[in-house]
């Protein structure tokens, strides 16, 4: 079955300990991207990577990092999280940028 | 500066009653429109891309249209399980993608 899959589907945490959100596709995926989805702001990009190797910034990078070392993973990273980080965050991949985004179910993040 | 606005934010339908959920754009060259359908707490599923204004789409009892302002998904004779939030996206030429705020749409049975 063709999906993306992202872990933890919900965790909770304290303020500046780092955290690991993984995500995984299983398309062959050129295009992968993460987002962030707060009430009444809609989906924001965080960070989005082309290819292996290839990542780049979105709308809302300040305060997360990625890798994309696999072409089927790209984790999302939170080397200090603080508060304003609480959200419900989402991972996508796509056959390349500006094609139809498959999302992982989500992860749902609270900072205390 | 490009932005997507969708109206109305909250729509309540009897079941059976016919409607149509509205995207409007205002952005730099348009590569492609996007619409996706959102249940609670879940990830955005996807439902139509439309890339030309005249073009349009059907799937069951949506159907997306797009002019060269805006895009509008008419809902035929809803059921209670198309109630979900709508969200509508545009890539335009600078190869951005440009999400709107959503519209929640509620099946009264």
């Known amino acids: 079955e063709a999906q993306v899959t992202q872990n933890p589907r919900y965790l909770i945490t304290v303020t500046g300990k780092k955290l690991t959100v993984t995500c995984s596709q299983n398309?062959?995926?050129?295009?992968m991207s993460w987002y962030r989805q707060d009430p009444g702001l809609g989906l924001r990009q965080i960070y989005y990577?082309?290819?292996?190797?290839?990542?780049d910034k979105g709308d809302v990078p300040e305060g997360y990092k990625v890798s994309r070392k696999e072409k089927r993973n790209f984790p999302l990273i939170l080397e200090s999280p603080s508060p304003n980080q609480t959200s419900l965050y989402f991972c996508?991949?796509?056959?390349?940028?500006?094609?139809?985004?498959?999302f992982g179910p989500g992860t749902r993040l609270t900072v205390t | 500066e490009d932005q997507v606005t969708q109206s109305p934010e909250a729509l309540r339908l009897q079941e059976g009653e016919s409607s149509s959920l509205n995207c409007s754009y205002t952005v730099s060259g348009l590569r492609g429109l996007f619409w996706y359908r959102q249940d609670p707490g879940k990830g955005p599923e996807f439902l139509f891309t439309?890339?030309?204004?005249?073009e349009e789409k059907e799937k069951e009892r949506l159907k997306a249209t797009l002019t060269k302002k805006e895009s509008f998904l008419h809902i035929t004779a809803p059921k209670p399980e198309d109630s979900a939030t709508y969200l509508c996206a545009v890539f335009n030429s600078n190869y951005q993608l440009i999400w709107g705020a959503g519209t929640k749409l509620i099946i009264k049975p």
């Open positions: 398309m062959n995926h050129e295009y």
């Open positions: 990577s082309m290819n292996v190797e290839v990542t």
């Open positions: 996508a991949s796509s056959f390349e940028r500006g094609y139809e985004q498959y």
């Open positions: 439309l890339y030309s204004a005249g």
